[in-house]
């Protein structure tokens, strides 16, 4: 008899790599930097409604062999406490994000994910294609 125990979201800490169980990619992914900015420090095309958008800096590094990986801004979301899910805004919007990262075996790039989305509590999550939470970084 086989038993297993379903995957589960894996909660980050800031500045530490953190692989997903679900999925089990082939990448790292450390929280680098996460804060509020407005629209000029974002680089924005146009001001975000919530008054603030929350930038938050990641590195994604490859632990494969011989495979890339692909990770793009639009794999994370900011869940305000007790809120509803924020996605990145449409491509071209904030000029200073970096929206997809391609590493391989041993090497790393970043990705910068903007969030129109008040100040407050809440967690930034990646999420794979099925929109299941993959990793969860807790923001005060």
Not at 82 to 104: E, K, T
């Amino acid at each position: 008899a086989l038993t297993a125990a379903p995957a589960v979201a894996v909660t980050g800490a800031a500045g530490e790599p953190v692989t997903a169980q679900i999925g089990r990619p082939a990448f790292t992914v450390t929280l680098t930097g996460v804060g509020w900015v407005d629209q000029a420090q974002a680089g924005a095309s146009r001001p975000p409604a919530s008054g603030t958008f929350l930038a938050a800096d990641f590195t994604i590094t490859g632990t494969g062999t011989d495979t890339s990986q692909w990770v793009q801004d639009s794999s994370f979301v900011f869940v305000p406490a007790g809120g509803d899910p924020i996605g990145v805004p449409p491509p071209n919007v904030v000029s200073s994000a970096a929206s997809f990262a391609s590493v391989s075996a041993g090497t790393s790039a970043p990705v910068r994910a903007f969030f129109d989305a008040a100040p407050g509590p809440g967690a930034v999550e990646l999420r794979d294609s099925a929109g299941r939470t993959m990793i969860s970084w807790p923001i005060a």
